[in-house]
């Protein structure tokens, strides 16, 4: 770090470093840490905007509490750089999200600040309530204060240790970080309810005055008590949290150090559950950032002169795919309905929203009700379609289980990010969902080879009688023209794409395109399978018959996936043909680019190709007519 740009920021090496300066210096602290993050995230690219919203927050409670012994939870983690910069990572700071470079979130096992390993949403309260509570059973006199945004308030679990907490009554301190955001603008009751700040800061004021100018047990005092009461009720947003047994104070500006020090300090010395609301601005210090703060929630590496520039064209994406499916479908199916949980940009969503306002449905970070609310839908004689990132579908994995497959009912989830994520790591990476959704009885489940492939999954899934899932990964896809039109593709029926000797490769989904250059180099059979449930088994009986093995690849872990399945039908059939399974390790991955960590698991053409050879090396050296026999 360069001393003579950020004197201040270049003494700081950890949070004692901070609590040297006077309170006087830390205005002066705060803006040289904004606009090291703006230089930083410029040069390396990362979450932007949540972070420039935090800085002087941040600072008061790094200068406050005695972290690490003080536990501070962030949620989400989309606005832990600041956090990172000063505990001791501003040297690393530009390596975020790349490989054996700083994880995107906190972590645990990456510094002793990072008191909760967080990625999704809507955790902090929860985990700090149960460490206040761990403090507290081991007499131990640590103060634990959650960040929660406004965005992730949205979701079920906040409210859940909410509930738990003011009955308790711990020393707990949740900061409501209020910024009308999460990715998109923030959607439903709750944001109308925060939006009224102007007049509860005056009334918070007048309050506070008049408290202070009168006897604390005069009977005009219990008046002004009880006016309070009503009057919060109906101005100011705090009337929930103080029901559910937090002391609210605020709403307070975010950005005014001083008083954010000074309230900071009050809250501390306050027993028992407390609720600070802070207002800030998502992309604060940073002009265009604060203009368009959807397009700077996450960059790439950018000019911050000339702010971050239009992507050139280029191939589509699945996502891309998924979103020209969706209003093509609505304009040909007056039924259809999308439903999306706070992921509209990421989910492709934003055409359809446009297009079909009556028929979009943002339910905020609320995956569980994102699916119990299409089974709702699907009941009354809708067709919803769920817009779901894989490791998200995790959240709602009960209601899929028992609000829509149980009941049959035809709901269609395009989960998107399946499979290798890359740089936001093992929070975000979508391993899991083969494993988990295959064990669902009558779930209809596909994975496209490439972008035409994954229209006419899509229509396939639609107009399918009871649920379905296409999954489908980020990013481009392979460059094959994905078509306009709304056909579908028989049930239940792979693709033959190559007829070759000794071996067969099965391959489901992403995977297609790298296997297809190693069927090609050692002249083996290449099968599309399209669908994981079912499976082709008619067409994998006749394969049986004519290759001395089978090698199945999918982009998955391998325990429970798409290759489990195919063993599970050879031992039902009592076939001993070899199966070599290829897919995702039995650990979680670590944050990289997809290409890297598809290597690293030996799913691109190379690490295929030496899987093949090491395991059917004697095979692949005997005569093709010894090979069949």
Excluded at 579 to 592: I, K, M, N, T, V
Aim: glycine letters at 10%; a neutral charge; proline letters at 6%.
């Amino acid at each position: 770090m360069d001393a003579a740009t950020y004197p201040r920021l270049a003494r700081i090496a950890s949070p004692a470093d901070l609590r040297q300066f006077p309170e006087t210096e830390l205005p002066a602290v705060a803006e040289e840490l904004r606009q090291f993050l703006i230089a930083s995230v410029a040069s390396s690219g990362g979450h932007f905007g949540a972070n420039l919203g935090v800085v002087e927050l941040t600072v008061a409670l790094h200068y406050l509490y005695a972290t690490p012994e003080d536990r501070l939870i962030w949620d989400v983690g989309h606005q832990g750089y600041p956090h990172k910069i000063l505990t001791g990572r501003a040297e690393r700071i530009t390596s975020i999200k790349q490989k054996d470079g700083l994880a995107p979130f906190p972590k645990r096992a990456e510094s002793p600040y990072d008191a909760f390993g967080v990625g999704h949403s809507s955790t902090s309260i929860s985990a700090a309530l149960g460490m206040a509570l761990a403090a507290q059973h081991q007499g131990e006199a640590r103060r634990v204060v959650a960040v929660i945004g406004d965005g992730a308030l949205t979701a079920g679990m906040a409210y859940e240790a909410l509930n738990h907490g003011g009955d308790i009554e711990p020393d707990l301190l949740v900061v409501l970080n209020d910024n009308g955001m999460s990715i998109s603008e923030n959607v439903g009751a709750l944001t109308k309810m925060l939006s009224r700040l102007l007049v509860s800061r005056r009334l918070n004021a007048l309050r506070e005055r008049a408290k202070r100018a009168m006897p604390r047990r005069s009977l005009m005092a219990r008046f002004v008590k009880r006016w309070e009461e009503h009057a919060k009720g109906m101005f100011v947003p705090s009337t929930l949290f103080e029901e559910l047994g937090f002391h609210y104070t605020g709403p307070i500006d975010g950005h005014d150090l001083p008083q954010l020090l000074h309230s900071l300090r009050t809250v501390k010395e306050l027993r028992g559950p407390q609720l600070l609301h802070v207002i800030t601005t998502k992309g604060k210090g940073y002009a265009p950032a604060e203009r368009a703060q959807i397009e700077y929630h996450a960059v790439g590496p950018f000019d911050p002169a000339r702010g971050v520039q239009p992507k050139p064209p280029g191939k589509a994406t699945y996502t891309d795919v998924f979103s020209d499916w969706l209003c093509d479908m609505a304009a040909a199916d007056a039924r259809l309905l999308g439903i999306t949980p706070a992921m509209r940009e990421g989910s492709g969503l934003v055409r359809f929203s446009r297009d079909y306002p009556q028929r979009y449905f943002d339910v905020g970070i609320a995956e569980q009700h994102a699916v119990t609310l299409a089974a709702g839908m699907a009941c009354a004689g809708a067709k919803p379609v769920v817009a779901i990132y894989s490791s998200f579908l995790q959240r709602a994995y009960d209601q899929l289980v028992h609000d829509v497959a149980l009941q049959k009912l035809p709901v269609l989830f395009a989960v998107d990010r399946a499979g290798v994520v890359g740089p936001d790591g093992p929070t975000h990476a979508g391993n899991l969902d083969l494993s988990f959704l295959r064990c669902v009885p009558g779930l209809l489940i596909m994975a496209p080879g490439d972008e035409r492939e994954c229209r006419l999954l899509l229509s396939t899934g639609f107009h399918h009688a009871g649920p379905a899932v296409v999954r489908y990964p980020r990013g481009v896809g392979t460059g094959v023209a994905a078509g306009s039109d709304l056909a579908t593709v028989p049930v239940g029926k792979a693709e033959l794409r190559r007829h070759g000797h000794t071996l067969a490769l099965l391959v489901f989904g992403a995977p297609l395109a790298a296997a297809a250059r190693v069927a090609e180099a050692l002249d083996l059979t290449l099968v599309n399978m399209r669908f994981i449930k079912p499976l082709d088994t008619a067409l994998l009986t006749e394969l049986a018959r004519d290759h001395a093995g089978f090698v199945s690849i999918e982009d998955n872990v391998i325990a429970g996936g798409a290759g489990s399945g195919v063993g599970e039908w050879l031992a039902t059939q009592g076939l001993t043909l070899p199966l070599l399974q290829l897919g995702l390790p039995d650990h979680f991955q670590e944050h990289a680019s997809r290409e890297q960590l598809l290597a690293e698991a030996g799913l691109d053409a190379a690490g295929i190709e030496a899987a093949i050879r090491r395991r059917y090396a004697t095979l692949l050296q005997r005569p093709r007519t010894q090979q069949t026999g």
